[in-house]
């Protein structure tokens, strides 16, 4: 298996540009996290969902971020416009249900300047 | 605010010492609980996972689960400058539907 599959790997933009990331889980899992970190606020959970539907969206920011899951192979987290203060790693992880142990992609470095 | 915690560090031991690592969660409703390693730059591994109270081993690592006193535990035997890292502890909250809540991590140096 591939494992969980995010790009790009690195983006940078300039500040009110919309910025689109993207998430291929692991194919079976059904729960799928997005995660932002920063030195500061370590790893934050924006939102999760299960079954392609989403269950909590609490952690999401403002209303700039947004994130959709089409179908079970795909996961989209945009936000518009940018800020250089979303500057951070944003991560994608999937599970098989919700007691079992996420799986992690490798990341997305975002830089907002 | 379901929360988990756990000291910053930075925490530093000797080649071969114990490395001791501690994390405290608010769910009592909280039924898995995991520990992830984190080399810088790098995304989050998982090392264990624990769902009953007691001890569970693996290799050099040891998980410790206390529901009642809402406290897990990571011991590193026979540590090694390549288990410098930061450790993330995680929760699952919410059940079923898998909300999975991560500590801030404690960063562990290993000195040879």
């Known amino acids: 298996d591939a494992g969980v599959i995010q790009s790009p790997r690195h983006e940078v933009t300039e500040m009110g540009q919309e910025v689109t990331l993207r998430c291929k889980p692991i194919s079976g899992h059904n729960s799928l996290f997005w995660y932002r970190q920063t030195m500061m606020r370590g790893l934050e959970l924006l939102i999760y969902?299960?079954?392609?539907?989403?269950?909590?969206d609490s952690g999401m920011p403002e209303d700039r971020f947004s994130a959709k899951m089409p179908n079970a192979s795909f996961s989209t987290l945009k936000i518009q416009p940018s800020e250089p203060r979303d500057s951070a790693v944003y991560f994608c992880a999937s599970s098989f249900g919700g007691f079992t142990e996420a799986f992690f992609g490798q990341g997305t470095r975002l830089t907002v300047v | 605010q379901k929360e988990v915690e756990q000291n910053s560090g930075p925490l530093s031991v000797p080649e071969g010492a114990i490395a001791s690592l501690n994390c405290t969660y608010s769910?009592?409703?909280?039924?898995?609980f995991f520990w992830y390693r984190q080399y810088s730059g790098k995304s989050p591994e998982l090392i264990m996972s624990i769902y009953s109270n007691g001890d569970k081993e693996d290799g050099r690592f040891t998980a410790q689960l206390n529901k009642a006193s809402q406290y897990v535990s990571l011991l590193i035997r026979d540590s090694q400058p390549s288990d410098s890292a930061t450790y993330l502890c995680?929760?699952?909250?919410?059940?079923?539907?898998?909300?999975?809540?991560f500590g801030k991590g404690t960063k562990l140096s290993v000195k040879p």
């Open positions: 995680a929760v699952n909250v919410g059940g079923s539907q898998g909300n999975l809540i």
């Open positions: 969902f299960n079954n392609n539907v989403p269950i909590d």
């Open positions: 769910d009592r409703g909280s039924q898995s």
